[in-house]
């Protein structure tokens, strides 16, 4: 489990410094990188400045909500959980996240989800705001969810450390 960890600190890591590198190379390194002068001698965008703000927008408009539910019956690390591990079925919920990127930008290859025990379910695709609300909907009624009402309360005698009501999926740690 410890090997699973350190795997997605690194998958983590790595997507933050991607992610820096592509908003580094896409800052314009000058004006006259960024602009062009015309025929008549008026001003304009250049072509790879504008490419970069469809491109970019393009990504705004093309989100995609999903969740990672875990593929069989086992102890799955938990972000928020005291001893880090958190007992969930087969088909229960992990997390919810949204990405641009697809599975496969996200790190959720098919390689990645058999290491670790996981599937990627896609809900829809929409807007940066609609997947960023649709999101928050499906986090916020996660206690109330069948799968985490038939755990015990945490305090309850059939309650273990790895296994009771949860407020988040053990993959999440706040609402978005």
Known sequence: ME?????????????????????????????????????????????????????????????????????????????????????????????????GNGKNGRGYSESWQMQNKLVFVHLGFGDESTVKIKQAELLGVYPLLPENMSRPNKGDFKSKPHWHRLVLPPGNTKLD
Request: hydrophobic share 40%; proline share 1%.
């Open 3 to 99: 090997a699973s960890k350190n795997h997605l600190y690194f998958l983590f890591a790595l997507g933050l410094l991607c992610s820096g590198f592509l908003m580094l190379m896409s800052l314009p390194k000058s004006w006259e990188a960024s602009v062009q002068q015309n025929e008549d001698g008026s001003y304009s965008l250049s072509k790879a400045r504008q490419e970069a703000i469809d491109q970019k927008k393009e990504r705004i408009l093309q989100q995609e909500v999903y969740m990672l539910v875990a593929a069989e019956n086992g102890i799955y690390f938990c972000k928020h959980c005291v001893n880090q591990n958190f007992f969930l079925y087969k088909g229960e919920v992990y997390k919810y996240g949204t990405t």
